[in-house]
Nanobody, 117 residues
Framework: QVQPVESGGGLVQAGGALRLRCTAS???????????WGWYRQAPGKQRELVAG???????TYADSVKGRFTISRDNANKRVYLQMNTLKPEDTALYYC????????WGQGTQVTVSS
């Protein structure tokens, strides 16, 4: 595979939490550490948007809609990127993907997050 693999999504009530995981396949693991990574999401009928990003020097950025609720982190040893999502809201419902901030990898299947009110 030449695309990241996302997991950890699910159905949760508003106010709940989920932790998403992105794993770099062996095919792209050699480029994992130098890259800046991001979590993206796409809700039905909307464009895909960047939710959180983390550079190779651990600088993080967040969309205004998730600031203070989501935390992105990376594990270079295991080639993984995480997204801790707290205080989830129904408007966070979307298919979540990870990719580099340059979006130069194939998009994976994503992981579905559904937040009920």
């Amino acid at each position: 595979q030449v695309q990241p693999v996302e997991s950890g999504g699910g159905l949760v009530q508003a106010g709940g939490a989920l932790r998403l995981r992105c794993t770099a396949s062996r095919a792209i693991s050699s480029v994992f550490n130098p890259e800046d990574w991001g979590w993206y999401r796409q809700a039905p009928g909307k464009q895909r948007e960047l939710v959180a990003g983390i550079t190779n020097t651990w600088t993080t950025t967040y969309a205004d809609s998730v600031k203070g609720r989501f935390t992105i982190s990376r594990d270079n040893a295991n080639k993984r990127v995480y997204l801790q999502m707290n205080t989830l809201k129904p408007e966070d419902t979307a298919l979540y993907y990870c990719n580099t901030l340059k979006q130069n990898l194939n998009w994976g299947q994503g992981t579905q997050v559904t937040v009920s009110s």
